[in-house]
Nanobody, 126 residues
Framework: QVQLVESGGGLVQAGASLKLSCTPS????????MAWFRQAPGKEREFVAT????????NYADSVTGRFTISRDNAKKTVYLQMNNLKPEDTAIYYC??????WGSGSSINSAYEYWGQGTQVTVSS
């Protein structure tokens, strides 16, 4: 059974930083694009960031550009989301997603990813 396990969420004040991690089990994703999405209460799930299989291709939502950084360490089989200067509007459940197909450069579309984690809560107070 394939699982993506997120960690690193929490409750912080505006302006603080958090680093989320996503570690898969059941299969490897070293050759697959990975992404982070988030869903705030009462809203649809939205794209945050994606990284291609090589780690050289990244893309971000406008709302997080310049504040968030996605990266991957294939040796550790982990994908990260470094979040700086957090704002109350960043409050959401953050989900890690993995592409079943290899060699992708990443996508901002939900349906491009076949594997999803259970999510980790990020709450930013003002």
């Amino acid at each position: 059974q394939v699982q993506l396990v997120e960690s690193g969420g929490g409750l912080v004040q505006a302006g603080a930083s958090l680093k989320l991690s996503c570690t898969p089990s059941g299969r490897t994703f070293e050759t697959s694009a990975m992404a982070w999405f988030r869903q705030a209460p009462g809203k649809e799930r939205e794209f945050v960031a994606t990284i291609g299989y090589s780690g050289t291709s990244t893309n971000y939502a406008d709302s997080v550009t310049g504040r968030f950084t996605i990266s991957r360490d294939n040796a550790k089989k982990t994908v990260y989301l470094q979040m700086n200067n957090l704002k109350p509007e960043d409050t959401a459940i953050y989900y890690c997603a993995g592409d079943a197909e290899p060699w992708g450069s990443g996508s901002s579309i939900n349906s491009a990813y076949e594997y999803w984690g259970q999510g980790t809560q990020v709450t930013v107070s003002s």
